[in-house]
């Protein structure tokens, strides 16, 4: 590439692609970690304070306000555990009927996870029984067990159809001791709340403003399962067969995922 030698081009490449996967990851995580302090905001102001502290304008305004604290997400919600035998209630309180992902009537399910408050920038969401979904149920299910950020596989975010993952964090009864049991954990969840990274455009957008990115193309893998990579970010691999390839790990905090930034020179070098 440009008449440098094979050694410098490589040496490059590596510089280039830690330097993406290290940003990647920084942005993530203070993304993370602000979403957890939401779960926590929700858990006091909603369930310590009778009646509640929040409503949806009040969620729509705090999280509009803070969403520089969460660059990579298009948005939070906040989803309510609600039991079958509550539904007629909660409706009834609400003055609306739960929908599905397809926007069809919730069927009869031993219990559901409607959206109550949401930021503005994913408004579709209100409403939704977010278990009605498999990747966010699966999400729900596996946070509320463990108490730590959860990711569902890449799949096709609503609203915008691109290409991303979900992030969770169950919300708990304030009185739930640090060390409870997953019983106990399940028994306290009293709701949900999370977002979508927006892979496809919040990531490009990122990476756009580095130099040196017209040179590379980056992709980011879920690598779960190893056996079948699953894109994240960037266009279908063409082939294997690139001379010079890098892969730079990427830990995205949640311990049950496994993914990765492989990236490669635009032209052969
Ligand atoms: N958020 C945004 N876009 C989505 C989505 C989602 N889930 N699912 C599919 N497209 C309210 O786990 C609770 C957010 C789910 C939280």
């Not at 310590?48 to 997400?73: C, H, M, N, V």
């Not at 579709?124 to 990747?135: F, K, P, Q, T």
């Not at 957008?205 to 992709?219: C, F, P, R, T």
């Not at 266009?235 to 995922?257: A, E, N, Y």
């Amino acid at each position: 590439l440009r008449g440098e030698s094979l050694d410098r081009a490589e040496e490059r490449l590596v510089s280039m692609c830690e330097e993406r996967a290290r940003m990647l990851q920084e942005q993530f995580g203070v993304t993370v970690n602000h979403v957890h302090a939401l779960a926590i905001l929700i858990s006091t102001f909603h369930y310590e304070k009778f009646p509640s502290a929040i409503d949806q304008e009040t969620f729509a305004k705090y999280t509009g306000r803070t969403s520089f604290e969460r660059p990579l997400l298009n948005g939070v919600a906040f989803a309510q555990r609600v039991f079958h035998h509550e539904r007629e209630m909660f409706e009834s309180q609400q003055g609306w009927i739960m929908n599905t992902m397809k926007r069809e009537l919730a069927p009869p399910q031993i219990e559901y996870a409607p959206v109550i408050f949401s930021q503005d920038t994913v408004s579709y969401l209100a409403r939704i029984d977010m278990m009605s979904g498999e990747e966010d149920r699966e999400n729900i299910l596996r946070a509320r067990t463990t108490g730590k950020a959860v990711l569902t596989n890449p799949f096709r975010l609503l609203g915008s159809n691109h290409l991303g993952v979900v992030l969770t964090f169950a919300v708990y009864r304030p009185d739930l001791p640090d060390d409870a049991s997953v019983e106990q954990r399940v028994e306290a969840t009293i709701g949900y709340l999370g977002g979508a990274f927006d892979v496809e455009s919040l990531v490009e957008n990122l990476l756009s403003k580095l130099a040196g990115n017209q040179d590379i193309v980056v992709n980011v893998y879920d690598v779960t399962n190893a056996s079948e990579a699953m894109v994240l970010y960037g266009p279908p691999s063409l082939d294997d067969q690139v001379p010079l390839l890098h892969v730079s790990m990427l830990d995205f905090g949640d311990p049950f995922r496994k993914h990765e930034m492989r990236c490669r020179y635009r032209e052969k070098p």
